[in-house]
């Protein structure tokens, strides 16, 4: 099995020492196909996620804190628990916006398993017809042979080189896998 860094083609001993991990999409030959994974995470929306979720939660504590005494010249107050319960609002609020750090996609040779900010798939590549990154799609989607659109939300466009590269993985694993699986035309004799 040879595993090959996508943009240059490189052997994992000639990969530069400052590139991490999740800098290069793995992909085997498609000779061997089925020893192969290929695990796409989007870069850019995680960094936004994680960077956003800790202030918020931040902004909602000091909200929190502020908030005491009488509103205005009503007779309303606020509490203890309303204090309370806008620092919990800014906690739910930060996990909403961690969810969109959820998307990933793994392929291997036989199936894909993607997992969306709200639900996941998991398919052979059988019933994928076209792996399609169309210009000006925000991400990745699959085309099946019943003509429905699957989104894969771990290939963003935002990404830029990195989901061209992750384009171009998943599409060498489903082309492996279309031929591997479609028997050849052999000649009688």
Request: glycine fraction near 8%; aromatic fraction near 4%.
């Amino acid at each position: 099995m040879t595993i090959t860094d996508v943009r240059s083609g490189r052997h994992p001993g000639t990969l530069p020492q400052q590139a991490g991990v999740a800098d290069f999409v793995r992909v085997s030959t498609p000779h061997d196909v089925d020893g192969a994974a290929v695990t796409i995470r989007p870069i850019r929306i995680r960094r936004v996620c994680w960077v956003l979720a800790p202030i918020v939660v931040i902004v909602f504590v000091v909200l929190g804190l502020a908030l005491s005494g009488p509103i205005s010249e009503g007779r309303a107050v606020f509490q203890a628990s309303d204090r309370v319960a806008m620092m919990g609002l800014g906690v739910l609020a930060a996990l909403a916006i961690l969810a969109f750090t959820r998307p990933k996609v793994t392929a291997d040779g036989a199936r894909i398993k993607i997992q969306n900010v709200i639900g996941g798939y998991d398919l052979p590549w059988q019933v994928v017809r076209a792996v399609r990154f169309d210009r000006g799609s925000p991400w990745l989607t699959l085309e099946l042979h019943d003509d429905d659109v699957i989104a894969v939300m771990a290939v963003q466009a935002a990404d830029r080189e990195r989901a061209v590269d992750g384009a171009r993985a998943l599409r060498a694993l489903h082309a492996a896998s279309v031929s591997a699986s479609t028997p050849e035309d052999t000649a009688p004799g």
